[in-house]
T-cell receptor, first 110, second 115 residues
Framework: RKEVEQDPGPFNVPEGATVAFNCTYS??????FFWYRQDCRKEPKLLMS???SGNEDGRFTAQLNRASQYISLLIRDSKLSDSATYLC???????????FGTGTRLQVFP | EAGVAQSPRYKIIEKRQSVAFWCNPI?????LYWYQQILGQGPKLLIQ????????DSQLPKDRFSAERLKGVDSTLKIQPAKLEDSAVYLC?????????????FGPGTRLLVL
C-alpha cells in the first residue's frame, strides 16, 4: 500500500465550480500535512498546511481527519489559473522528510 | 532573495553513461534535499543533508547514485552508470534548518532523459 494515496484525475471542471480532492495516508504517526501545487513542468510549491481544526485560505479549504487518516482540499469558485496538479504531502513524526502522493490533476475550462 | 538554483536544466544521455547535477541552495539554508520525480508520480526523497552531513539516504540507490555536499553549501548528485528507469526530474530543495517541513523551497529541477 502506498504511503500517500490520491486519485490522479484528471478533474475537468468549468470556471466557477467547486471541486474537492481527497487523500489518504497509511502512517498513523504522521505529524504534518500539506497541499502542494505543481504547474506543468515547474517545481512544487506549498499551497497550504493542513491543521486538525481545518483551515481556510481564500477560496481554498483544507481539512484533516486523523482518525480516518484522510486529508481533503476544497476549491471554491474555480479559476482558469487553478489548473495544475495538487500534491498531498505528509511528514512523519519528528522528521522534515516530505512524502508526496502522486498528485491530482485539475483542469478548469472556460 | 534568490531561490534554489539547479543546473543543467535538461540532460539527455545514453544508458550506461554518467551524469552529474548541481544545486545551489538558498543562502543560509543548512538543510538540502534531493528528490526524484518520475513522470506521473510525486517527488521521492533520495537524500537529505544537514550542513555537510547526511541525515537520510535510505532511498538512494547507492550502487549507482552518489551525492555530496562537501562545504555545506552546494551539492552534486551523480548517477553512474545511468539506466533507462532513471529518466526523471531531479529536484533540489533547501530549508533554513531541519524540523520544519513546511519551509522547504524547491529549485526548478533538472530533467533527465536516458536513451
Amino acid at each position: 500500500r502506498k504511503e500517500v494515496e490520491q486519485d490522479p484525475g484528471p478533474f475537468n471542471v468549468p470556471e466557477g465550480a467547486t471541486v474537492a480532492f481527497n487523500c489518504t495516508y497509511s502512517n498513523s504517526a504522521s505529524q504534518s500535512f500539506f497541499w502542494y501545487r505543481q504547474d506543468c513542468r515547474k517545481e512544487p510549491k506549498l499551497l497550504m498546511s493542513v491543521y486538525s481544526s481545518g483551515n481556510e485560505d481564500g477560496r481554498f479549504t483544507a481539512q484533516l481527519n486523523r482518525a480516518s487518516q484522510y486529508i481533503s482540499l476544497l476549491i471554491r469558485d474555480s479559476k482558469l489559473s487553478d489548473s495544475a496538479t495538487y500534491l498531498c504531502v505528509v511528514a512523519p513524526y519528528n522528521t522534515d522528510k516530505l512524502i508526496f502522493g502522486t498528485g491530482t490533476r485539475l483542469q478548469v475550462f472556460p | 532573495e534568490a531561490g534554489v538554483a539547479q543546473s543543467p536544466r535538461y540532460k539527455i544521455i545514453e544508458k550506461r553513461q554518467s551524469v552529474a547535477f548541481w544545486c545551489n541552495p538558498i543562502s543560509g539554508h543548512a538543510t538540502l534535499y534531493w528528490y526524484q520525480q518520475i513522470l506521473g508520480q510525486g517527488p521521492k526523497l533520495l537524500i537529505q543533508f544537514q550542513n555537510n552531513g547526511v541525515v537520510d539516504d535510505s532511498q538512494l540507490p547507492k550502487d549507482r547514485f552518489s551525492a555530496e555536499r562537501l562545504k555545506g553549501v552546494d551539492s552534486t548528485l551523480k548517477i553512474q552508470p545511468a539506466k533507462l528507469e532513471d529518466s526523471a526530474v531531479y529536484l533540489c530543495a533547501s530549508s533554513f534548518s531541519g524540523g520544519h517541513p513546511e519551509t522547504q523551497y524547491f529549485g526548478p529541477g533538472t530533467r533527465l532523459l536516458v536513451l
